[in-house]
């Protein structure tokens, strides 16, 4: 799921949105031909899947969306939507330019035996899609099933990026051995069939961290553990950039990209990331208590859960989402109008459904003798442990262990205001006060109580009426 929730999705929610408004308000397609719906649906879906592969392909199948949808568009609007589909993904595109770099030594790294033949799966994806939209047109123009048009295209598309992301990857590869190359002196540790690298920066505190796969799988015989020696890495250490190291004369070529690339603590003798005591990487942070959590007593039972307002509003968006794309599929499908409210009532029952789980429903309640919180899938109760922790990862979830179990707690940006919920490092430091109280008393009261909650009528009236409005709108 990582990878669906990237910036590229950027790309698949602005085909979304382009679905809805032209095949919903704006009539679809003019022309009255039953190839001209599936062949626009084909081109809409096309770039949203190849941004994944091949950004660059990816803008050029939005500008060629755009100009199909502009012949067959009733209106202006139809067009003005399409182009701006377009436009989505040629700004991801540009998202793929090196950023401006220090001034850094430049050197040609060594020439390696030879390259290794690098995204082989992709190429062998890439063909496998191409043979099959061959497939899939011929079975159209033989009186197959127009509605394959669509399929067809999406599928030509995919395999066009993947094609594409191959010859990029090999033309990166020989550039890194064929060019200058910025020169960097660096900490990397060599395991089987992968490098693992740390760049000092200039004052020593902190390290970029990063790694990639490297074509020979062998590392150092006399290395009983991995650890890091000094090398030379060649190339941007950026995410995407193809690097190449070399450590005590033994040249890595790498047969991918950088991953990600991370901030981390340095400790300049061990040459190490900066290792912190688990003691005090659990310390609580005064400044991000809330006043209503500072010098709460022990046992006093605390709760945390998404504020309402937001949790009803994604609620209703991802219902009535699921419920217009669906009816949308129904009538492209030919349905008609009772198949359209069946798919509708179906797909926002799903919708809601999802949303109660993730959004509504979850809740953490704490104090000293631990935690209890209701999750996607139902109640847990656990004791705070000596090696308990919390953190959060930046990205709306804090992790929490303790006792047997692993939380993970939703926590969006408060909305509204500030003080609907607390921010994710409040949660953290809320927590931590708790988790500090339990190890100066004995014995501990048991963790809180919990009850799953019953759905809500709210929850059933938001359901139908989603469906009544999907039905007025595109029945």
Same mark, same amino acid.
């Given at each position: 799921?990582?990878?669906?929730?990237?910036?590229?999705?950027?790309?698949?929610?602005?085909?979304?949105?382009?679905?809805?408004?032209?095949?919903?308000?704006?009539?679809?397609?003019?022309?009255?031909?039953?190839?001209?719906?599936?062949?626009?649906?084909?081109?809409?879906?096309?770039?949203?899947?190849?941004?994944?592969?091949?950004?660059?392909?990816?803008?050029?199948?939005?500008? $060629? %969306? !755009? @100009?199909?949808?502009?012949?067959?568009? *009733?209106?202006?609007?139809? +067009?003005? /939507?399409?182009?701006?589909? #377009?436009?989505?993904?040629?700004?991801?595109?540009?998202?793929?330019?090196?950023?401006?770099?220090?001034?850094?030594?430049?050197?040609?790294?060594?020439?390696?035996?030879?390259?290794?033949?690098?995204?082989?799966?992709?190429?062998?994806?890439?063909?496998?899609?191409?043979?099959?939209?061959?497939?899939?047109?011929?079975?159209?123009?033989?009186?197959?099933?127009?509605?394959? $048009? %669509? !399929? @067809?295209?999406?599928?030509?598309?995919? *395999?066009?990026?993947?094609? +594409?992301? /191959?010859?990029?990857?090999? #033309?990166?590869?020989?550039?890194?051995?064929?060019?200058?190359?910025?020169?960097?002196?660096?900490?990397?540790?060599?395991?089987?069939?992968?490098?693992?690298?740390?760049?000092?920066?200039?004052?020593?505190?902190?390290?970029?961290?990063?790694?990639?796969?490297?074509?020979?799988?062998?590392?150092?015989?006399?290395?009983?553990?991995?650890?890091?020696?000094?090398?030379?890495?060649?190339?941007?250490?950026?995410?995407?950039?193809?690097?190449?190291?070399?450590?005590?004369?033994?040249?890595?070529?790498?047969?991918?990209?950088?991953?990600?690339?991370?901030?981390?603590?340095?400790?300049?003798?061990?040459?190490?990331?900066?290792?912190?005591?688990?003691?005090?990487?659990?310390?609580?942070?005064?400044?991000?208590?809330?006043?209503?959590?500072?010098?709460?007593?022990?046992?006093?039972?605390?709760?945390?859960?998404?504020?309402?307002?937001?949790?009803?509003?994604?609620?209703?968006?991802?219902?009535?989402?699921?419920?217009?794309?669906?009816?949308?599929?129904?009538?492209?499908?030919?349905?008609?109008?009772?198949?359209?409210?069946?798919?509708?009532?179906?797909?926002?029952?799903?919708?809601?459904?999802?949303?109660?789980?993730?959004?509504?429903?979850?809740?953490?309640?704490?104090?000293?003798?631990?935690?209890?919180?209701?999750?996607?899938?139902?109640?847990?109760?656990?004791?705070?442990?000596?090696?308990?922790?919390?953190?959060?990862?930046?990205?709306?979830?804090?992790?929490?262990?303790?006792?047997?179990?692993?939380?993970?707690?939703?926590?969006?940006?408060?909305?509204?205001?500030?003080?609907?919920?607390?921010?994710?490092?409040?949660?953290?430091?809320?927590?931590?006060?708790?988790?500090?109280?339990?190890?100066?008393?004995?014995?501990?009261?048991?963790?809180?109580?919990?009850?799953?909650?019953?759905?809500?009528?709210?929850?059933?009236?938001?359901?139908?009426?989603?469906?009544?409005?999907?039905?007025?709108?595109?029945?």
């Amino acid at each position: 799921m990582g990878r669906l929730v990237r910036v590229e999705g950027l790309v698949a929610v602005a085909g979304l949105a382009a679905f809805l408004m032209i095949f919903g308000g704006l009539g679809g397609a003019s022309d009255p031909a039953p190839e001209a719906r599936w062949v626009g649906l084909g081109v809409l879906v096309a770039p949203a899947l190849m941004a994944y592969a091949h950004r660059g392909a990816a803008a050029w199948a939005g500008v $060629l %969306a !755009a @100009v199909v949808w502009t012949s067959l568009a *009733g209106s202006v609007a139809t +067009a003005l /939507v399409s182009w701006t589909y #377009a436009l989505v993904a040629i700004v991801l595109t540009r998202r793929d330019r090196s950023p401006a770099t220090s001034a850094v030594p430049l050197r040609q790294p060594p020439s390696p035996p030879g390259l290794p033949n690098v995204a082989v799966p992709a190429e062998v994806g890439g063909f496998a899609l191409l043979l099959l939209a061959v497939g899939g047109l011929v079975r159209v123009l033989t009186g197959g099933p127009v509605s394959w $048009l %669509a !399929a @067809v295209i999406a599928a030509f598309g995919l *395999g066009c990026a993947l094609l +594409a992301r /191959v010859v990029r990857h090999r #033309a990166e590869l020989r550039k890194l051995f064929g060019t200058l190359q910025p020169v960097h002196t660096v900490r990397a540790v060599e395991q089987l069939g992968y490098v693992h690298v740390l760049l000092p920066e200039p004052g020593g505190v902190t390290a970029l961290e990063f790694a990639f796969d490297v074509a020979e799988p062998d590392r150092p015989a006399e290395a009983d553990e991995p650890q890091t020696r000094p090398g030379v890495l060649y190339g941007d250490p950026r995410p995407g950039a193809w690097c190449a190291v070399e450590v005590e004369g033994r040249l890595h070529v790498p047969v991918g990209p950088v991953g990600d690339v991370l901030e981390v603590g340095y400790d300049v003798v061990q040459g190490l990331p900066r290792e912190i005591e688990d003691d005090e990487e659990q310390l609580v942070d005064p400044a991000a208590l809330r006043p209503a959590d500072r010098g709460v007593a022990a046992f006093e039972c605390r709760e945390h859960r998404i504020a309402p307002p937001r949790a009803w509003a994604a609620t209703a968006a991802i219902g009535l989402g699921a419920a217009l794309a669906a009816g949308e599929l129904a009538l492209l499908a030919g349905g008609t109008a009772a198949t359209l409210a069946a798919a509708a009532t179906v797909a926002a029952a799903a919708g809601y459904e999802f949303g109660w789980r993730t959004q509504l429903r979850p809740r953490l309640r704490w104090h000293a003798g631990g935690v209890a919180a209701v999750g996607f899938r139902g109640p847990d109760r656990q004791p705070w442990a000596t090696d308990s922790a919390v953190v959060h990862d930046d990205s709306g979830t804090v992790v929490l262990t303790a006792g047997e179990s692993v939380l993970t707690v939703p926590v969006p940006p408060p909305w509204p205001s500030a003080e609907s919920q607390r921010n994710a490092d409040q949660l953290v430091a809320a927590l931590r006060d708790a988790r500090s109280q339990s190890f100066e008393i004995s014995p501990l009261q048991p963790p809180p109580e919990i009850e799953v909650p019953r759905r809500p009528v709210a929850l059933y009236l938001s359901w139908l009426a989603s469906v009544v409005l999907t039905v007025l709108i595109l029945g």
